[in-house]
């Protein structure tokens, strides 16, 4: 493509044969409307804009991202790897220049899907933006990256994930936790101790509108992503936050979807939740498109309700405003106490629990839900003075006996390099 600065790569994969069920929201229509959509409005007549297919994942890209006590092939069947594998696509064809920007629109979703992989969360097994990020760490040598989740639910896998990783910014925007699935995602979640302020949480009230999502994109999002300044930006574009989304609460439109990703302005963007498949998700998706090519959005209009969109109330306005000012301050001032963790001989130890609503895939395709799975985790981080550290994990659930795991930074000194060659069990504090 000659105009490189119009260019957009769409990369498509609806799963055909991946549903929970018959009549759940995350099944294949969510792409397939959309795919109408985007052909009906004329946008692949655009020179700028060409779609591509995705290829699958392969279990050491999975590896980088994940750690899977089970396996990969037990918590993620070929659907999930070729979902990952589309935003890998979408990473490769940014990375190697055959496009500016790329949006890979797939399902199964990810973001829900943390550090520690025991069976499925919120619709995730695998996450595919981690998987994607860690392929172009490992194979362009990209260090920076900003994560900008715009999906209703708080991020929490995408979190778990980079929770000690002062390379990469995760931010995210969702309904508060206190009001909706996963319950997490808390202003006082910012990062571990090695990484504080990487991690920028906004939770909004139910029922915050265009005008709420907007102030919190320009007064927090835009100003740190200035500040940071990424070699990379990523959207985690899920799209449940629209008026007409089922099983969330928010007031959002597609203009609003547009106007924000033209405000984050970012290079890729991978499709996470959005479960008003007619009436929403196609309308959010040409949206976010036109705005990441470029094009003219402040036509696209989705079907309305007869009450018309509420306004955002002016007490939510005050409240992103205030929420503006303590983000600012609380990451400029770094805490590693109130990381959640306890600095003892040398190393930074924190417990946690973390649930599953659903066992690990096997070959019925069509989804088996048996029971839930606790994941009970022990993590030591190496207090190093002169890297992130060497991160010890410790890991057992219903499903999993138990088992330690050493992960490195990407860029390790030294002493953790040694340390992880070499060291025996009773090295470790756990």
Not at 53 to 72: Q, S, W
Not at 120 to 132: P, Q, T
Request: include cysteine; glycine fraction near 8%; charged fraction near 25%.
């Amino acid at each position: 493509m000659e105009n490189k600065a119009a260019s957009l790569g769409l990369i498509f994969f609806p799963a055909y044969d991946w549903a929970i069920s018959d009549f759940h929201p995350e099944r294949e229509e969510r792409l397939l409307y959309t795919h109408d959509q985007l052909r009906e409005e004329g946008l692949f007549d655009f020179p700028g804009i060409q779609e591509y297919r995705p290829k699958a994942a392969t279990h050491e890209d999975v590896l980088r991202a994940h750690i899977c006590p089970l396996g990969v092939d037990k918590v993620a069947a070929a659907p999930h790897l070729i979902s990952a594998g589309g935003a890998i696509t979408a990473g490769r064809l940014w990375a190697e220049k055959e496009v500016n920007k790329a949006f890979a629109l797939v399902r199964p979703p990810g973001h829900h899907a943390a550090l520690v992989v025991h069976g499925g969360r919120g619709f995730c097994n695998i996450n595919n933006e981690a998987i994607m990020i860690e392929y172009l760490r490992a194979k362009y040598g990209i260090r920076k990256v900003a994560i900008v989740d715009t999906d209703c639910h708080h991020g929490d896998g995408t979190q778990d994930i980079y929770w000690h990783d002062p390379d990469t910014l995760f931010i995210s925007i969702h309904q508060d936790g206190r009001t909706l699935y996963p319950g997490s995602g808390a202003v006082e979640e910012m990062g571990g101790p090695k990484a504080w302020g990487s991690i920028i949480n906004i939770p909004l009230p139910p029922e915050t509108g265009d005008e709420g999502f907007l102030l919190s994109t320009r007064e927090i999002v835009r100003p740190i992503l200035d500040e940071w300044k990424p070699e990379l930006v990523i959207n985690s574009a899920g799209q449940d936050n629209h008026f007409t989304d089922p099983i969330t609460n928010m007031k959002f439109t597609a203009k609003g979807y547009a106007e924000m990703s033209t405000i984050i302005d970012p290079d890729l963007a991978v499709l996470e939740g959005g479960y008003a498949i007619q009436g929403a998700l196609p309308y959010t998706n040409l949206a976010i498109i036109m705005a990441m090519a470029g094009l003219d959005w402040t036509r696209v209009n989705e079907p309305m309700p007869r009450s018309g969109r509420p306004a955002t109330k002016p007490q939510v306005l005050d409240y992103v405003k205030k929420l503006a000012e303590i983000i600012h301050l609380r990451r400029t001032k770094p805490s590693p106490e109130q990381s959640g963790s306890v600095l003892k001989d040398g190393w930074w130890t924190r417990e946690r629990r973390i649930f599953y609503d659903s066992h690990p895939v096997t070959q019925d395709l069509e989804g088996s839900w048996p029971g839930y799975i606790n994941e009970r985790r022990k993590e030591a981080l190496r207090d190093c003075p002169d890297c992130p550290g060497i991160l010890v994990i410790e890991t057992r659930s219903e499903v999993c006996v138990g088992g330690r795991y050493v992960k490195l930074p990407h860029h390790p000194c030294p002493q953790c390099l040694s340390l992880a060659e070499s060291a025996t069990g009773d090295a470790w504090p756990l």
